[in-house]
């Protein structure tokens, strides 16, 4: 499976700008990969309590994706913000080149930003099958707290991460997406934005894809624009289980 992330900036909240910016890019990717990776809220940045840029599943944004998905023959993925049953979500989404849908929404907010006081934590994961792949999707804060990615007789083999994940704690990015491939023998992809957002607050990327020994099969310059693709393979992997047999002897828990 061919996997490109989009490392990019994000217009704070200019939903035009950034929609238009993302087709751009992704008319230049289509026959070159599988799976595109956007990163969290690729609409709008992280805007905890602008609540009007809330959309429901039959807005512009999700119209989009569909669109691109089927006109580019190419499967999507990121976040961005829903709004359903007067709640908001900090939305994961997963599309098929067939148009279809699936999605789940962010599990830890982030209190420390507020995202507490407007958004309601999601309750499911999602782990969908594609390519020959079992892909679990989770958003940036999630990162932090392994339980929730915890691979179960390994339920998924790649785990991608979308986020807006700030320069002063990027260390702790680059080392959880290793702990978090090394710990559960899974692909990490996670995907970063650059620049700077409305608040003032610093981006410098550090996205990465790595193999289920936490090599890196990609590489980005600090603090730019960039959009890169590899390709992963399902059969190291299955061989590497067979061989380090790490996830047999698991504890078995319950999450409440």
Not at 97 to 116: C, M, N, V, W, Y
Not at 192 to 221: C, Q, T, W
Request: glycine share 6%; with cysteine.
């Amino acid at each position: 499976m061919r996997i490109t992330l989009l490392q990019d900036i994000i217009f704070w909240a200019d939903k035009a700008a950034n929609i238009q910016k993302v087709e751009d890019q992704l008319v230049e990717l289509a026959g070159k990969t599988d799976l595109v990776v956007l990163p969290e809220m690729f609409t709008t940045g992280f805007c905890t309590d602008k609540l009007h840029l809330a959309e429901s599943m039959d807005g512009e944004t999700v119209q989009k994706l569909r669109y691109w998905a089927i006109k580019f023959k190419m499967a999507i993925t990121g976040s961005f913000i829903a709004t359903e049953n007067d709640t908001i979500y900090n939305r994961a989404f997963f599309v098929f080149p067939t148009g279809q849908i699936e999605t789940a929404d962010k599990r830890h907010l982030f209190s420390l930003g507020g995202e507490h006081e407007h958004f309601t934590a999601g309750d499911k994961r999602m782990i969908v099958n594609y390519c020959g792949f079992n892909i679990l999707v989770l958003v940036c804060y999630d990162i932090r707290f392994p339980v929730w990615s915890r691979n179960v007789n390994k339920e998924y083999d790649l785990a991608i991460y979308v986020a807006n994940f700030p320069q002063r704690r990027i260390i702790d990015w680059d080392i959880l997406l290793q702990a978090r491939a090394i710990e559960n023998q899974v692909y990490v992809c996670g995907v970063n934005r650059v620049g700077v957002d409305g608040l003032g607050i610093e981006y410098d990327g550090h996205s990465a894809l790595i193999d289920f020994k936490a090599k890196p099969l990609v590489m980005f310059y600090e603090n730019k624009s960039s959009v890169q693709t590899a390709e992963i393979k399902i059969e190291p992997l299955e061989q590497y289980r067979r061989k380090f047999t790490v996830w047999q002897d698991a504890d078995e828990f319950e999450i409440k």
